[in-house]
């Protein structure tokens, strides 16, 4: 009989062992078994400033462009290549477009063009409107998503707990969507498909009017800054409580000049010198 190592008699136990490995939870215990996705809004609290009010044929366009930008993905790729370089972002969004996607973009711009901008279909009426399976969707959206074509938002639905789900309050329901032209694209396309350019007045004028917002902004109290910055309603009230004490706080420490703290003194600095009783 041969004799066998004992590294090899080590090997050969671990291979009679069945390791059984179960699936690493992402966090926590879901205590309230609520199916609702992360990043989820509630319904029907900011629709009215997602959803996007489409001009004349700006819906066309949108899809006009993503077509070209399709149909030039090898010109890309071909260009970077003979280049000798590796693809930029962009490019590499680019890539991301496929025939898939650009059917579940034009199927969503055409709701978006006969419902005033506000889309908001299930998954179901895509794949029956579109003829894809629910892969297919799931992948177009990620895709149009990562491209910058499409925006998302997940929303959810308040709910009465179950008897299986006695602490569950929201419940998933349709996603809420916005479709547009990311700026950092149109270089890509033909110059007969780019927008016209702004004249340079108009231009410098929008620079101008951004740089005095911002300038406006530093000036802001803290309780101001904790009102337009935080969107939660349970932090805009946590901070705006810290920014109340931290002004009653400055304001003491600052107090009221003295009136009497103007007058020039003759022969001495501040109220000594001024006056004889002083």
Request: charged share 30%.
């Amino acid at each position: 009989m041969p004799a066998v190592s004992v590294a090899r008699a080590r090997f050969m136990a671990l291979e009679r062992i069945t390791i059984t490995q179960t699936d690493a939870r992402s966090g926590g215990p879901n205590r309230t078994c609520a199916k609702v996705h992360p990043n989820s809004r509630l319904a029907g609290t900011f629709e009215d400033d997602f959803f996007y009010s489409y001009a004349k044929g700006e819906t066309d366009r949108i899809y006009a462009r993503a077509a070209e930008l399709e149909d030039q993905k090898n010109a890309i790729r071909r260009s970077a290549k003979a280049e000798g370089r590796a693809l930029t972002p962009d490019e590499r969004r680019i890539m991301l477009l496929t025939p898939g996607a650009l059917k579940i973009l034009k199927v969503l711009l055409e709701l978006a063009r006969t419902c005033a901008g506000k889309v908001f279909p299930t998954w179901e009426w895509i794949e029956k409107k579109s003829g894809r399976s629910r892969a297919t969707v799931h992948r177009a959206l990620r895709s149009l998503a990562a491209v910058g074509l499409l925006d998302k938002q997940r929303r959810c639905v308040p709910i009465e707990p179950a008897a299986d789900r006695p602490k569950a309050k929201n419940e998933q329901t349709s996603n809420v969507y916005r479709m547009r032209f990311p700026n950092c694209l149109v270089r890509f396309l033909p110059h007969r498909m780019r927008p016209i350019p702004l004249p340079d007045d108009v231009v410098q004028g929008e620079v101008d009017r951004i740089e005095a917002i911002a300038a406006m902004r530093l000036w802001r109290s803290p309780r101001q800054v904790a009102a337009e910055d935080f969107a939660d309603d349970g932090l805009r009230r946590i901070m705006l409580s810290l920014a109340t004490a931290v002004e009653k706080q400055e304001s003491q420490k600052n107090g009221q000049p003295l009136t009497d703290s103007s007058i020039l003194p003759l022969n001495g600095v501040g109220l000594d010198g001024q006056r004889f009783n002083a």
